[in-house]
């Protein structure tokens, strides 16, 4: 039972590199978010999709873009890497209404 | 959008004391909060959650209240116990149409169980 699965789980990347971190799920369901986590500061949106093929911003989404080209994946492109972006990424997924995540990726901007 | 505020930020118990953490949520639209549970490292797993339909549920030494009219939900915990160390964290989602099944999360608990 894979649930929601990250990769990779931890990258080191150097200013103005890009990469894309990538989530797929097996569990069927329609919405998916990515957020990150900054210590004290909770869990942020940054981009969430209510199906395949619909995308919408969240709370911080500047510097990142998502694409949902299939109900199973959900992947987070980083294109021009800040140190900002330093953080721990947390992709989830949702039926109705628990939220199940992936197991995260630590994210080293330098 | 919604804004959920939680406190303590960190918490501190004896063995066997109980814990309470608190939240409040700025949306009256809001119909379902979750609690999450960070153990350090870990992903966050639901521990428990409550509809805006009903003002508590219990679940063995977990539960949860909620007063819609003052907008805020608590999380109770008895009985501590050392495994209970982690990270809580709150949430709230708003009901309105085209949301996308958001949830918007406080800022999280450090709750320690001291020996």
Redesign the interface.
């Known amino acids: 039972n894979a649930g929601v699965t990250q990769t990779p789980k931890f990258r080191i990347l150097k200013i103005g590199q890009s990469m894309t971190l990538q989530c797929t799920q097996d569990m069927n369901h329609n919405?998916m978010?990515w957020?990150r986590q900054d210590p004290?500061?909770?869990?942020?949106?940054i981009y969430?999709?209510?199906g395949a093929g619909i995308t919408?911003k969240?709370?911080v989404p500047n510097g990142y873009n998502v694409s949902r080209s299939t109900t199973e994946d959900f992947p987070l492109r980083l294109e021009l890497a800040a140190p900002s972006q330093t953080s721990v990424y947390?992709c989830a997924s949702?039926y109705?209404?628990?939220?199940f995540?992936?197991?995260?990726t630590r994210l080293t901007v330098v | 959008?919604e804004n959920v505020e939680?406190h303590p930020?960190t918490l501190s118990v004896q063995e066997g004391d109980s814990a309470v953490i608190k939240c409040t949520y700025s949306d009256s639209a809001s119909n379902?909060f979750?609690w999450y549970k960070q153990e350090l490292g870990?992903?966050?797993?639901?521990i428990i959650?409550i509809r805006s339909n009903v003002g508590e549920k219990k679940d063995q030494r977990i539960a949860v209240t909620l007063n819609k009219t003052a907008k805020h939900f608590s999380l109770h915990i008895t009985e501590t116990q050392p495994e209970d160390s982690a990270v809580y964290?709150c949430a709230a989602?708003s009901a309105l149409t085209g949301g996308?099944?958001?949830?918007?999360?406080?800022?999280?608990t450090q709750l320690k169980v001291e020996l």
Do not use: H, I
């Not at chain 1, 109705?96 to 939220?99: K, N, Q, S």
């Not at chain 2, 870990?42 to 639901?46: A, D, F, S, V, W």
């Open positions: 919405y978010y957020y004290g500061m909770g869990l942020k949106l969430y999709s209510v919408d969240g709370e947390f949702s109705d209404t628990e939220a995540f992936g197991q995260g | 959008g939680q930020s379902y979750p870990k992903r966050p797993q639901l959650d964290f989602r996308g099944n958001k949830l918007t999360f406080g800022t999280g």
